[in-house]
Nanobody, 124 residues
């Protein structure tokens, strides 16, 4: 049974930083792709960044490039999202997701497993 557990969310002032963690268990994730999504109130869940676990290849959407960085720790089976220069519009629930295969996709339906989400609130 695959489990994804996010942590690291919280309240931060604009310009601040947070690092989200996604602890993965239940499978060997070397053949998985991981993604971070976010969902603000009243909006669709949107792709933020993705990573292919085996190759380490990464992808970030344009509006977070230069501010957010996805990474992994193989020994800990954990994926991170480091968020710098946070803005009030980054306020959302952030979700970790996993899909079998090595291809990163920005399509929500392309992911097989989801975490419970962690709230990030950025005050102005």
């Amino acid at each position: 049974q695959v489990q994804l557990v996010e942590s690291g969310g919280g309240l931060v002032q604009a310009g601040g930083s947070l690092r989200l963690s996604c602890a993965a268990s239940g499978r060997t994730f070397s053949s998985f792709a991981m993604g971070w999504f976010r969902q603000a109130p009243g909006k669709e869940r949107a792709f933020v960044a993705g990573l292919s676990w085996s190759s380490g290849r990464k992808y970030h959407v344009d509006y977070v490039k230069g501010r957010f960085t996805i990474s992994r720790d193989n020994a800990k089976n954990t994926v991170y999202l480091k968020m710098n220069s946070l803005k009030p519009e980054d306020t959302a629930v952030y979700y970790c997701a996993a899909r079998a295969g090595t291809i990163i996709t920005n399509v929500r339906g392309g992911y097989d497993y989801w975490g419970q989400g962690t709230q990030v609130t950025v005050s102005s």
